[in-house]
């Protein structure tokens, strides 16, 4: 691949000359990349680099910091953890969150991070802002969406996408820019405390998943022979206690990342229905919220009403929908937001459960506000008198009776 053809189609592309420029910089290959292209293509006077702490971990946040001292850049560091949990997160795990088998996180993280740097770029006094999603994916929209939201008079730079670049060209330019890159997997990975995303978009359709990728998950056929049991405390919809030890989520999930996951639990290979309605191979693993959203639903299962159930199901598949397109500002994802949080006061409860290469077995449950009373409902007990359903069964039955005396109508009988 000739580095001066790559480069040539970068100069013959217009682009907007900027002045001071905020870039969401996370120490990955583009938006390392994405320093020397405001230098060199936009003619940036001045980058400031906002790097925002989301849960990716100690490793990641070192190796960013490393490699902005080779750009000659310094980053402002904004740690954000504890709003990613307590707001985002809580209310991830009350709406069940799901989109297609995708516990919604990297979702809600490009979110989080556009806004936070939309507002330190307006506070800063900058006329543009740059991101590293490339023209294939989803980030752009999200990302987009929330600069739009709180900084709507900046210049939206996305230098992957608009200069048509691919992977290996970028690449490319990171050795003759000398641009320091330490991925390691095409595609990267993307890591929060409540799930990673692995290769993004790079993972061909019957491609062998190397044993190497995995950060928390031990694959089944290599876990412990002997199970391991956990308890779990649920109040108001939320996990708030780890074998009898009360915990912030922010300590609670990454403990179940390691008990799930050396336990085989947490492994997401899936089709994937993107912002554009393209299908795409993804990788997941999330051991935490494979067990935390298996328990919430059955909790809710046995703690709401039928009605609730059945309606809230629609309204945590509009809110999977909404976080996952980049609507997490709009002004409805809020209303579902409401309805939701009104929906989990009764949601108490404690589970036993027990991990084993992969499954997550229920083996107890306790909840004070359930509705399961087996005292009445149980073939076991007597709980009422059988013969008060005989008449409300006859009534029930009677729709059943009109539509079989149309049918005969229709079929030429009496």
Wanted: charged share 30%.
């Amino acid at each position: 691949m000739d580095v001066k053809e790559i480069i040539r189609k970068i100069e013959e592309t217009p682009a907007p000359q900027v002045r001071k420029a905020a870039i969401a910089y996370s120490g990955g290959l583009d938006s390392s990349l994405g320093i020397e292209m405001l230098r060199r293509k936009y003619k940036a006077q001045e980058i400031v680099p906002i790097t925002v702490d989301v849960g990716q971990g100690e490793e990641e946040v070192r190796v960013s910091q490393e490699k902005a001292k080779v750009l000659k850049v310094e980053p402002i560091m904004i740690d954000a953890r504890t709003e990613f949990t307590e707001v985002w997160l809580s209310k991830a795990i009350r709406a069940n969150s799901d989109y297609n088998g995708y516990p919604v996180s990297t979702s809600m993280t490009r979110q989080l991070v556009a806004r936070i740097v939309a507002e330190e770029a307006r506070a800063r006094g900058c006329d543009s802002i740059m991101e590293g999603s490339t023209g294939k994916g989803n980030d752009q929209y999200r990302m987009h969406n929330v600069f739009k939201m709180f900084a709507p008079e900046l210049e939206v730079l996305v230098p992957v996408r608009d200069f048509d670049l691919t992977r290996a060209e970028e690449e490319v330019l990171c050795r003759e820019w000398d641009v320091p890159v330490t991925e390691t997997i095409t595609g990267g990975d993307d890591k929060t405390m409540w799930c990673r995303s692995i290769a993004s978009g790079a993972i061909d359709l019957n491609q062998e998943l190397p044993r190497d990728i995995w950060m928390w998950l031990v694959p089944p056929e290599d876990a412990p022979n002997e199970a391991e049991h956990v308890e779990i405390t649920f109040r108001e919809g939320l996990p708030v206690s780890l074998d009898g030890k009360e915990m912030p989520l922010g300590e609670l999930i990454p403990r179940l990342n390691e008990l799930g996951g050396r336990h085989g639990v947490g492994k997401i290979d899936i089709f994937e229905d993107g912002i554009m309605d393209l299908k795409s191979r993804e990788i997941y693993e999330a051991p935490a919220a494979h067990i935390v959203l298996k328990l919430h639903h059955d909790l809710e299962q046995q703690c709401l009403t039928k009605e609730e159930i059945q309606f809230k199901k629609m309204i945590d598949a509009k809110w999977a929908y909404m976080t996952y397109h980049g609507e997490w500002y709009h002004p409805l994802k809020a209303e579902l937001d409401a309805f939701i949080a009104a929906s989990q006061g009764v949601v108490n409860g404690t589970y036993r459960v027990k991990l084993y290469k992969g499954n997550i077995d229920i083996v107890q449950r306790e909840s004070a506000t359930s509705l399961f009373t087996p005292e009445i409902r149980s073939i076991k007990a007597r709980g009422f008198d059988q013969r008060w359903c005989a008449n409300a069964a006859k009534v029930r039955g009677l729709p059943f009776e009109i539509l079989a005396k149309r049918q005969r109508i229709m079929e030429g009988g009496k």
